[in-house]
């Protein structure tokens, strides 16, 4: 019921292609979705994140979609850079509990 | 710009060491926290504390503690170390809206420790 199963666990897009990774959660006491990205070397960083009254949230080439009905939230990187390249962390969180993804290591090819 | 800061970028001790990770964050964060994180695991919660003194077990709290003596400052020791205890310590920090939960506000990292026990 605590899982946050996240895939696939490294993705390979070509520079200007679509980077999609995908989690889902059990618990649906969760009530915020962020996403975090690192680089190599540095710690997480807030990318985006979602709370659950909204099916979609977008800041630049980064977009969050939220399916509540299935307990899934997925990222989706348009226009993929090579600077987009690191590991990207999902997770799922509410009042006092906070899960996240194992990561997904995005490689964009230039 | 809020700023994480660790005491240490790599650390190596010996088996039985007490060591002490120490961590500050310079914007007046209510929350903080101590994670590790290890390849194909993802980051697992170690502790938190959301007030000077006060501190809560996250999911992983066997053979660590913590110290909150003042705000800025989140110490996390390893009361004897083991080679099991081999991995990344990030440290993060939150505002803590009132209200809000400790967990539904954005966490600012720290860049981690990377920690060898021989």
């Known amino acids: 019921q605590q899982q946050v199963k996240q895939s696939p666990q490294s993705l390979i897009v070509q520079k200007g292609g679509i980077s999609i990774i995908n989690c889902a959660y059990e618990?649906?006491?969760?009530?915020?979705f962020p996403w975090y990205q690192q680089f190599p070397g540095k710690g997480p960083a807030l990318l985006i994140a979602?709370?659950?009254?909204?099916s979609e949230k977008k800041e630049g080439r980064f977009t969050i979609s939220f399916n509540k009905s299935a307990k899934q939230f997925s990222l989706h990187i348009m226009d993929s850079q090579p600077g987009d390249s690191a590991t990207y962390f999902c997770?799922?969180?509410?009042?006092?509990?906070?899960?996240f993804g194992k990561g997904t290591r995005l490689h964009i090819l230039p | 710009d809020v700023k994480v800061t660790q005491s240490s970028r790599y650390l190596v001790k010996r088996t039985g060491e007490k060591v002490f990770l120490e961590c500050v964050q310079d914007?007046?964060?209510?929350?903080m926290f101590w994670y590790r994180q290890d390849p194909g695991l993802g980051l697992r919660l170690i502790y938190f504390s959301y007030d000077v003194k006060m501190k809560e077990k996250g999911d992983i709290p066997e053979g660590y503690s913590v110290s909150r003596e003042k705000k800025e400052r989140f110490s996390l020791i390893l009361e004897s170390a083991s080679t099991n205890q081999t991995s990344m310590y990030l440290c993060?920090?939150?505002?803590?809206?009132?209200?809000?939960?400790?967990?539904?506000?954005?966490?600012?990292f720290g860049p981690g420790t990377r920690l060898t026990v021989l």
């Open positions: 914007m007046d964060h209510e929350n």
């Open positions: 618990n649906t006491a969760f009530d915020y």
């Open positions: 979602i709370r659950p009254d909204v």
């Open positions: 997770a799922a969180s509410y009042h006092d509990k906070i899960i």
């Open positions: 993060a920090s939150s505002y803590g809206t009132s209200g809000s939960g400790w967990f539904t506000d954005t966490q600012y």
